[in-house]
């Protein structure tokens, strides 16, 4: 564990792999901490952004020293289904990837309930963890220059779906309708980290 300052208001935590990131944020989440505004995971780090008034550096860091890093879970925010129409450009090349038919790729991707680990890239991206060890798989060799919104996308053992259109390298399954991400909704992203997902196949 390295714990890095970020700027005046933040403290930023190094860790070896998501598990450990998400034990950390549950073991922080678990407390009462002073000063403490916002606790944002990511794939290798834990950013623990602070209200600079209130915050005990010295003792927030022993905190953290001591915290439990295995065991833990993001808050359960509850289930989200997403329906998805199997036809992405890139179903034939994960089937060749992964050894399994068109079939059984969209049997795998619906087939298990995946749980947004955190988020990043771009405003309402989230990264889906848990599902079908079968489907890692790497990122294209060549990213594309734009994206459709809504498509949806493996990569490693992450899922995602495109908030917005955009460019990006992964592998494309398939397409959902519904808006990930609306400013003009409360919270604007679905995929908030906790949130559990349900792929489900629509036509």
């Known amino acids: 564990m390295r714990i890095l300052p970020c700027a005046d208001s933040g403290l930023l935590v190094e860790l070896d792999d998501l598990d450990q990131v998400l034990a950390l944020h549950a073991a922080l989440t678990e407390r009462t901490l002073p000063g403490v505004v916002d606790l944002v995971p990511a794939a290798r780090t834990l950013l623990v952004s602070l209200d600079p008034e209130h915050a005990d550096r010295r003792a927030l860091v022993e ?48 087939g298990t309930e995946w749980r947004v680990a955190f988020g990043g890239f771009a405003p309402g991206f989230g990264y889906l963890v848990g599902g ?15 994206v459709p919104a809504g498509s949806v996308g493996l990569a490693g053992k992450f899922s995602g779906v495109y908030p917005k259109a955009s460019p990006g390298g992964w592998q494309l399954i398939g397409r959902t309708e519904l808006e990930i991400w609306r400013t003009d909704r409360d919270p604007p992203a679905l995929l908030r980290p906790g949130v559990r997902v349900r792929f489900e196949e629509g036509s």
């Open 63 to 110: 905190v953290i020293r001591e915290a439990p890093l295995t065991g833990g879970e993001l808050v359960d925010r509850g289930l989200l289904t997403v329906p998805v129409v199997y036809d992405g450009a890139d179903l034939g090349e994960v089937s060749r990837l992964t050894g399994l038919s068109r079939r059984e790729v969209v049997r795998a991707h619906t």
């Open 132 to 146: 079908d060890p079968r489907l890692e798989v790497p990122r294209r060799g060549e990213s594309r220059t734009s």
